[in-house]
């Protein structure tokens, strides 16, 4: 596999470093705060992302004509790895651009597209998920958060849980069951719910880390415009779908890993046990398997697809193996016919 860069692509990597030593501060290198969702933090953490996004770093993915680069995998995991190697603190709007963001692209209406993509970009707006409910996790379709649909507005009631920065959060995507009586998949719709709605509770839940990320959210006769429905009404589940293959994809990225691989490393050093064999092998170990991840992660993976699922056609073609051994064994050998 051949991972060289081309002459644009060191360019990129040029262009973020010289960003980075001019644009990050030293106080913010290694900054989780943002991931530990700490309210006194926010305002500095949605500067950070609205100074990456006018730089071009920001869903380097996204079609131009939203915001984005149009970029390629290897674009975009030079600038995961330069953030990573500068110790750049996360997205505070990470569920936006990587999860809603993607999903409009592919499903909103123009106006959706219009009225809700640049504040993602921008960290202006921040976006929950609610999909999660007491009942429903793995069986996520089996939700009975209901909203009926009144006129120009949806009536919700029911209940979120573990939703992640809903105590921060400006807006949530949120499923909800719009035909109780169709089969559990068919009657799901994909609503678009301002936070700040009269009728939303949130309550933190703590965490045994300490901090409280995750929350319940609850709704009581919550109205939300029918103008805030992603795809068609029932039709919830496909669009959910979409925002599920962009989480996997976002949880699969090594840029995280990556950052907490250094922190352990840092530590060991720092701790003067760095030398011992042991826990050389075992850092060793972590950086092969993160690495590993890391080159899944470029999408020339998608070329090793291709040829794993080609040469399968190599013990057909031709004659199938299992011929081929008859052939062996019957003229080569002077076996039986079998
Ligand atoms: C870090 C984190 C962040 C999260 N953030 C959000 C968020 O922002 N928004 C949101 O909506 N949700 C969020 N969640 C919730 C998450 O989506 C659910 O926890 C997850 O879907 C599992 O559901 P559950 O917790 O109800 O577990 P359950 O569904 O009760 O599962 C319990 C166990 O049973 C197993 N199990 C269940 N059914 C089957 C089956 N059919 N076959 C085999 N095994 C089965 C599961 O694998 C699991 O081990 C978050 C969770 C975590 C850990």
Known sequence: MDLSLTPAHEALRRRLRTWLAANLPRSR???RSVEYGEPERIPAAK?????????????????????????????????????VRAGAPGLIGLLGVEMLGPTLIEWGTPEQKRRFLPPVL????????????????SDLASLRTRAELDGDHFVVNGQKVWTSYAHLADWMFCLVRTDPEAPKHA???????????????????VQM??????????????HVPRANLVGGLHQGWQVANSTLRHERNMLGSSARTQQLLHAVQRLARRRG?????????RLANLAIRVEAMRLQGLGTGGLWSFELMFTLGMII??????????????????????
């Open 122 to 137: 921008t960290a202006d707006e921040i976006w929950c998920q609610g999909y999660s409910e007491p009942d429903s996790g």
């Open 29 to 31: 290198r290694d900054d």
């Open 273 to 281: 046990i760095a030398d011992d064999g042991a826990i050389r092998q």
């Open 47 to 83: 500067a950070w992302q609205r100074k990456l996004y006018e730089a071009g770093f920001v869903a380097m993915r996204w079609p131009r004509e939203y915001g984005g680069q149009g970029a390629d995998v290897l674009e975009q995991t030079i600038v995961d790895d330069e953030l």
């Open 209 to 222: 880390t300490g901090d409280a990320g995750f929350n319940e959210v609850f709704f009581e006769d919550v």
């Open 187 to 205: 009657g799901i719709s994909y609503l678009l719910i301002d936070m700040r709605s009269a009728g939303i509770t949130v309550r933190p839940l």
């Open 317 to 338: 073609g031709g004659g199938t193996s299992q011929i081929q051994k008859n052939i062996i064994s019957e003229r080569g050998l002077g076996m039986p016919r079998g």
